[in-house]
């Protein structure tokens, strides 16, 4: 029943910045917390950021730094800002949503990032 629906990715070369966004269909709040993933073909589903209900934050030790996630209430939208990307952030980019036990996934955002 809840979609996430993930925009923004793109091509981007390194050093270059980056939004990915992802609206959901029904309000952010209520999600005990919400993320980013990652994946390249043959590869398990990374995680990149995630924040909970409470504001709180994580990243991969490979994005600290660089990714920043957000979000906006008022939008249902949470977003990933990524700077300085390198070639190595080449990947689908999914939203993740965990609402009590269930788990929620979009479809993904390619973002491609050349030298």
């Known amino acids: 029943q809840v979609q996430l629906v993930e925009s923004g990715g793109g091509l981007v070369q390194t050093g270059g910045s980056l939004r990915v966004s992802c609206a959901a269909s029904?309000?952010?709040?209520?999600?005990?917390?919400m993320a980013w993933y990652r994946q390249v073909p043959g590869k398990q589903r990374e995680l990149v950021a995630a924040i909970t209900s409470g504001g709180s934050t994580s990243y991969a030790d490979s994005v600290k730094g660089r990714f920043t996630i957000s979000r906006d209430n008022a939008k249902n939208t949470v977003f990933l800002q990524m700077n300085s990307l390198k070639p190595e952030d080449t990947a689908v980019y999914y939203c993740n949503a965990q609402l009590l036990a269930a788990i929620y996934w979009g479809q993904g955002t390619q973002v491609t990032v050349s030298s």
């Open positions: 029904r309000s952010i709040f209520m999600f005990n917390a």
